[in-house]
């Protein structure tokens, strides 16, 4: 089993950047292929990101591609997402997660998941 706690969110300008962080519990992190979601104000949950379990590849929804970047450091337990160039849509509550198999974008692929952060871009 893996617990996952994000940190990192807050309030930044539209062009801003910022780094979210997940930490993850457990020796079998390094199994799993991490994503990371955002929930709007009544909004479905969407998928950011994903990474594979060695780092080696990764995965974007069209709408973050080339600003925002996922990585992970196995020997930390972490999984972090380097987003730049914010807009006002960006705006939601950001979770990471384990998925069971690599490249999932469906939510319903994910296993474990953190409480999530909220990040607001205002403009």
């Known amino acids: 089993q893996v617990q996952l706690v994000e940190s990192g969110g807050g309030l930044v300008q539209a062009g801003g950047s910022l780094r979210l962080s997940c930490a993850a519990s457990?020796?079998?992190?390094?199994?799993?292929?991490m994503g990371w979601f955002r929930q709007a104000p009544g909004k479905g949950r969407e998928f950011v990101a994903a990474?594979?379990?060695?780092?080696?590849?990764?995965h974007y929804a069209d709408s973050v591609r080339d600003r925002f970047t996922i990585s992970r450091d196995n020997a930390k337990n972490t999984v972090s997402l380097q987003m730049n160039s914010l807009k006002s849509e960006d705006t939601a509550v950001y979770y990471c997660?384990?998925?069971?198999?690599?490249?999932?974008?469906?939510?319903?692929?994910?296993?474990?998941w953190g409480q999530g952060t909220q990040v607001t871009v205002s403009s």
């Open positions: 457990g020796r079998t992190f390094s199994w799993y292929p």
């Open positions: 997660a384990a998925a069971r198999s690599w490249l999932q974008t469906d939510d319903r692929r994910y296993d474990y």
């Open positions: 990474i594979n379990s060695n780092g080696g590849s990764t």
